[in-house]
Nanobody, 130 residues
């Protein structure tokens, strides 16, 4: 059974940094993509979650949403089975629940839509004050 558990969320001020973690277990993720999405306050539907970042478990070029590119970095520690999202220069507009998810692919560009994710974590709340 696939399990994704996010941690590291919290309340920070604009300009601060946070590093989210996603502990992944329950399958061999070697052929999958790992994603981060976020759901801002007032957004009710899973299908409206915003794509943040994606990376193939085995490595390669990461893919970022336009609103976070150059500020956020996705990485994977294969030995620990942990996916990270380093978030720098946080802005109030980054306030959201951040979700870790898995995607079968076949390409990273396929894995930028919520409907292509096959498993989700429960999310971690990040609040950025101005």
């Amino acid at each position: 059974q696939v399990r994704l558990v996010e941690s590291g969320g919290g309340l920070v001020q604009a300009g601060d940094s946070l590093n989210l973690s996603c502990a992944a277990s329950g399958r061999d993720f070697g052929h999958y993509f790992m994603d981060w999405f976020r759901q801002a306050p007032g957004i009710d539907r899973e299908s409206d979650r915003e794509f943040v970042a994606a990376l193939r478990w085995s490595g390669g070029r990461p893919w970022y949403g336009s609103s976070v590119k150059d500020r956020f970095t996705i990485s994977i520690d294969n030995a620990k089975n942990v996916v990270y999202l380093q978030m720098n220069s946080l802005e109030p507009g980054d306030t959201a629940v951040y979700y870790c998810a898995t995607c079968v692919g076949p390409s990273v560009s396929t894995c930028t839509r919520p409907e292509t994710m096959d498993h989700w974590g429960k999310g971690a709340l990040v609040t950025v004050s101005s």
